[in-house]
């Protein structure tokens, strides 16, 4: 079975740090990539997704992944983070097997201090 | 209008009530998805309707019945619920039922079940 795995479930930093987390996934066929936030009391956003073409994608508020298929992963990345940044990140997976399925890592509680 | 909206925003209910939840978008989407998200944990999907007809049902126990009555609106009908079902349920839609299809979210209905 398809499975996501997002290994850093709660991440401080500091404003201006930088930021990556993790996302791996488990399935050996073609797959679509998305990075979905959830800021406090809002709903889903999607951040940025990968489809085929360059494996580096650039996402809205500066953020960006990176798509290693040999290591199934897809990777979220910012440069320095800001206050606004503190919410939850959740990976998600569709695998290219006629379904449309999502299947959602468990998601990482990034707080932000000011 | 990129909006998926859902009504109510919180719900309470006794294990006898029937209630329904509501689910309305304007993109021109022609699939519609409900979800269920606890508390810390990813969203987890319910149902899909492709074409105003269910095409996924993900093992979901018949108290939960979902609706399309057209192609923006989208019900979930409540009945005979248990106090673990109390959850966000979070609606979906996207243009199209290929996985590239990012999927838009509403800011879901927070149920809790008495």
């Known amino acids: 079975a398809q499975s996501v795995s997002q290994h850093n479930h709660h991440v401080i930093l500091s404003e201006a740090a930088s930021l990556e987390l993790g996302c791996n996934y488990s399935?050996?066929?073609?797959?679509?990539l998305f990075w979905y936030v959830q800021y406090p009391g809002q709903h889903l956003q999607l951040l940025l997704k990968y489809f085929s073409g360059d494996p580096l994608v650039k996402g809205i508020k500066g953020f960006e992944a990176e798509f290693i298929k040999s290591k199934f992963s897809f990777n979220l990345r910012k440069p320095s983070v800001q206050w606004s940044d503190t919410a939850e990140y959740f990976c998600?997976?569709?695998?290219?097997?006629?379904?449309?399925?999502?299947?959602f890592g468990t998601g990482t509680r990034l707080k932000v201090l000011a | 209008d990129t909006e998926v909206t859902q009504t109510p925003k919180h719900l309470v209910m006794g294990m006898t009530n029937k209630k329904s939840l509501k689910c309305e978008q304007h993109m021109g989407h022609r699939a519609m998805y409900w979800y269920k998200q606890k508390a810390k944990k990813p969203p987890e999907l319910m149902f899909v309707?492709?074409?105003?007809?269910?095409?996924i049902n993900e093992s979901v126990p018949s108290r939960f019945s979902p609706e399309c009555p057209n192609s923006s609106l989208l019900n979930l009908h409540l009945h005979a619920l248990q106090p673990e079902d109390s959850a966000l349920y979070l609606c979906a839609s996207s243009l199209g039922t290929s996985g590239e299809n990012e999927q838009f979210f509403g800011p879901g209905t927070r149920l809790t079940v008495l």
């Open positions: 399935y050996g066929g073609t797959v679509n």
């Open positions: 998600a997976v569709n695998a290219i097997t006629g379904t449309y399925k999502y299947i």
């Open positions: 309707y492709s074409y105003e007809k269910l095409s």
